[in-house]
C-alpha cells in the first residue's frame, strides 16, 4: 500500500472473539471509516461475527443505538434459559430481538466479501460460513458449548468458531486487498481498561413515569436473584457467576489458540483491546467500550 492515501487503502477485517468486549469492534469500524479507509471483506468469530454481520448489512448505527440504551436487567431478560443438556441458553430471544431490529440477509447479497467461523463438534474442523443467511452464520458463530445451544445445520453441529480459531487472519489470505486489519480482544492488561469503560455513560432516557419504576423494580429483584447465579453481578471480585467461570475458561484456552494462529497468519496492523476492559456479559457497558475500541484504533493508527 505504499504511497497510498486511506481513501485509496482497502481494508480485509478480522473481528474477534471475546464476549462484551466484542462491543469495542464498534469504534474500530467507526474509526476506521471516518479516516477513509476502505473495509471490503470482513471476517468475524463469535462477537466479531456479530459486529462484522450488522456492518455488512449496514446496520451498524441501529445496532448501536440498540445496544447502547440496554440496562443490565435487559441483558438478563434475553437470556432464555434452556433446560436440556446441550446448553444454558437457547439463544433465540436475543438473535429474534436482532432480526427484527435489522432483518436478514443471504450472505451472497452482502455488499462486500464476508465471513463468520464456527467450528463443527463433528468433523472437528473450523467452518467458514460465507453462504446461507446471515445469522444462521452468526448464531453458530456465537455458540459457545455449554452457554449456548448448537445450531444444527445440514446434519452438522456447529459451535462457537473461538474452539479452533478465534482471531480468523487465515480466513482472509486470499483476499485482493492492501491491509490486513484485526482485533485482538484478548490483550495485555490494562490498569486503567475497566475504569476508563466505566466512566463513559449511556444517554439518559427520558424518565419513566413512577408506576414503571415499580414494575422495574420487582423485576430487577427477581433478575437480580438470576445474574447472582449465572453471570455473578454484584458478588466479590473473587466469587464469579457459571456463566462467568465457563467463559473465563474458555477465553484462556481462546486466548493461547489466537496467539498460535497469529503467529502463523500475522496480520498487517493489530488493535489490542485489553482482557480486563469487562466481564464477558458486560454488555450493558456498550457505550464505554465503544469509546474505548476508538480510542486504541487511533492510537494504533497513529
Known amino acids: 500500500m505504499s504511497g497510498k492515501t ?5 481494508v480485509s477485517l478480522v473481528l474477534g472473539s471475546g464476549g462484551a468486549r466484542g462491543l469495542a469492534q464498534i469504534g474500530v469500524v467507526d474509526v476506521l471509516l471516518e479516516r477513509g479507509y476502505r473495509i471490503e ?6 462477537m466479531g461475527a456479530l459486529i462484522g454481520g450488522v456492518y455488512a448489512m449496514g446496520k451498524l448505527d441501529d445496532y448501536r443505538d440498540w445496544v ?11 437470556m432464555d434459559i434452556s433446560f436440556g443438556n446441550a446448553g444454558l441458553m437457547r439463544g433465540n430471544r436475543i438473535m429474534d430481538a436482532l432480526r427484527e431490529l435489522i432483518g436478514d440477509v443471504e450472505i451472497d447479497e452482502l455488499p462486500i466479501k464476508y465471513v463468520a467461523v464456527a467450528t463443527d463438534l463433528d468433523s472437528r474442523r473450523e467452518v467458514w ?6 445469522f444462521d452464520a ?29 482471531l480468523p487472519v487465515s480466513a482472509t489470505l486470499n483476499d485482493d486487498t492492501d491491509l490486513t486489519i484485526a482485533v485482538d480482544l484478548a490483550g495485555a492488561v490494562s490498569a486503567g481498561a475497566a475504569s476508563r469503560v466505566d466512566s463513559v455513560k449511556p ?3 427520558d424518565e419513566k413515569p413512577s408506576y414503571h419504576q415499580a414494575i422495574q423494580g ?3 429483584d427477581a433478575l437480580e436473584k438470576v445474574a447472582q447465579t449465572l453471570v455473578g453481578e454484584n458478588r466479590d471480585d473473587d466469587e464469579k457467576g457459571m456463566l462467568e467461570i465457563v467463559n473465563n475458561s474458555f477465553e484462556i484456552m481462546q486466548m493461547t489458540l489466537g496467539r498460535h494462529n497469529m503467529a502463523a497468519h500475522p496480520a498487517d496492523l493489530v488493535i489490542s483491546v485489553p482482557r480486563n476492559a469487562c466481564r464477558s456479559f458486560d454488555f450493558h457497558k456498550a457505550a464505554g467500550l465503544i469509546e474505548l475500541g476508538r480510542e486504541l484504533t487511533e492510537a494504533a493508527l497513529d
Do not use: H
Open 6 to 10: 486511506a481513501s485509496e487503502t482497502s
Open 41 to 46: 471483506a470482513i471476517a468475524g468469530c463469535s
Open 68 to 78: 447502547c440504551a440496554l440496562e443490565r436487567t435487559d441483558i438478563l431478560s434475553l
Open 129 to 134: 460460513m460465507d453462504k446461507g443467511l446471515l
Open 138 to 166: 452468526i448464531r453458530a458463530s456465537i455458540a459457545i458449548p455449554t452457554v449456548f445451544t448448537p445450531l444444527m445445520r445440514n446434519g452438522r453441529t456447529l459451535v462457537d468458531g473461538g474452539l479452533l480459531n478465534p
Open 203 to 205: 444517554k439518559n432516557n
Open 218 to 220: 420487582f423485576v430487577n
